[in-house]
């Protein structure tokens, strides 16, 4: 079984039973899901952990493990971060992807934000969460993801 690995982060701290259950609507049914903060024993479909960030306003870092059988591919944070939207109204920063041509996706300091429900560029240099300085994040612009 082959496996992806993402980190989402939030703007509200959600519950590992919270998070579990979107995960569990997203996936095919029977499928195991894991969230915790520590290493389970046996890995399921879904492995998460949670743990704090030193960003008030982007509180809670989700690190995940997702296998390619869950079918949310090829972008599974951001269509994680939608959905955590979508039914607990938290926004969320993921990763950039290659279809925002003029970013390079391995610059640490550019994410994807979902905001209220629309994605941003958004700008995390000099910030809390970058540990890098005291600046809020920064929505640069509204980008199309290409579902």
């Known amino acids: 079984m082959a496996y992806t690995d993402f980190e989402i982060t939030l703007s509200a701290t959600l519950s590992p039973a919270q998070i579990a259950a979107a995960f569990t609507e997203l996936i095919p049914a029977g499928l195991q899901v894991d969230v915790q903060t520590e290493f389970p024993d046996e890995l399921g479909a879904v492995w998460a952990r949670i743990h704090p960030t030193p960003d008030p306003d982007w509180p809670c870092f989700v690190s995940v493990t997702c ?26 920063l993921c990763h950039t992807y290659p279809f925002l041509e003029e970013v390079d996706p391995r610059d640490p300091y550019w994410s994807l934000a979902c905001v209220s429900g629309a994605w941003h560029l958004a700008d995390t240099s000099g910030t809390l969460l970058s540990g890098t300085g005291t600046d809020k994040v920064r929505l640069v612009r509204p980008v199309e993801v290409p579902w």
């Open 67 to 92: 296998a390619d059988s869950c079918g949310i591919a090829p972008y599974e944070d951001l269509v994680l971060a939608r959905h955590l939207w979508e039914r607990f109204g938290v926004s969320a």
